[in-house]
């Protein structure tokens, strides 16, 4: 007795991933992953500069002010070189430079405020004060 042949299923193909598929994308997102951390690094490094010479000019412009009054209340003839550190801002320090202009009732004044050594010009204001009196 012969009987029919019953034709065997056909194979259909697995869905899914291969292993090596897999491994490649995660060979890319890893290095991915790497590249953006790093970037992350740099970034937040990036800011805390920016907060510090956002202080360090606040700090300056507060100088700058004091300078103002000095000036207004007792002349020219106090004002000159001078350093010196902020309370409540510990490794601020300051630094002013007065110089004398071609008119007597006038002077530019240097401000310099340094947190980082390695870069003591990062916040420098320049400023011309007259004297009200003269």
Known sequence: MWRAACPLPAIRPTAGFTLIEV????AVIA?????L??????????VARDQSLTRATLLARELVSQVQYQVTVSGLEDLGDAQGTFD???GYRWERQVLATGLDE???????????ERSPNACELVYFVRDPAV
Do not use: T
């Open 88 to 90: 409540g801002f510990p």
């Open 23 to 26: 491994l490649v994308a995660l």
């Open 37 to 46: 951390l790093g970037l992350h690094a740099r970034n937040i490094k990036a």
């Open 106 to 116: 006038m002077r530019e004044v240097i401000v310099r405020v340094i947190w980082d």
């Open 31 to 35: 290095y991915s992953f790497v590249g």
